[in-house]
């Protein structure tokens, strides 16, 4: 379509049709290197399709993979912990545990220093959770209706 629109306005640049395929190819792309560009109103608005085509075949799917793989390492690093806390409560032998920690850490291609923060925010959480537990044996509930029938004023 670029050649039989743009042929006989500019038989030097669409002079034929392997040249108006690399054109409509660069536009596709969104590279626009600007050394063949359309000059009649038709082939403006087929550089402005294809442009708009392009940005769909290229651009929109890469931000949708780059945001699904965003979601995919935030899953993994949290599962990572999740099984770092499991490590914790099972109480797992150190040397196994560390076996584990440095083979997930590998596959998740985490770095020394995001190891240690999530080993430490799921000891922090193991933490928290030992002293929850320890802390609900020692609840004492009150009933202000008994204890105003002990006192006498009721």
């Known amino acids: 379509m670029g050649y039989l629109f743009e042929h006989d306005a500019q038989p030097d640049k669409f002079e034929n049709i392997p040249q108006a395929i690399y054109w409509a190819v660069v536009t596709l792309a969104s590279v626009g290197y600007g050394d063949i560009s359309p000059v009649t109103p038709m082939g403006r608005a087929l550089t402005v399709v294809l442009a708009l085509i392009g940005i769909g075949i290229f651009a929109i799917p890469a931000g ?91």
């Open 64 to 154: 949708l993979l780059a945001s699904a793989f965003s979601d995919q390492l935030r899953i993994d690093r949290e599962d990572f912990k999740r099984r770092l806390l499991h490590a914790y409560e099972g109480g797992n032998s150190a040397a196994r545990a560390r076996e584990l920690i440095a083979a997930e850490a590998e596959r998740l291609h985490l770095s020394r220093d995001d190891v240690i923060r999530l080993t430490n925010e799921a000891k922090a959480e193991f933490q928290a959770r030992q002293r929850e537990a320890h802390g609900a044996g020692r609840a004492v509930l009150i009933d202000p209706a008994q204890r105003m029938a002990r006192v006498g004023r009721y």
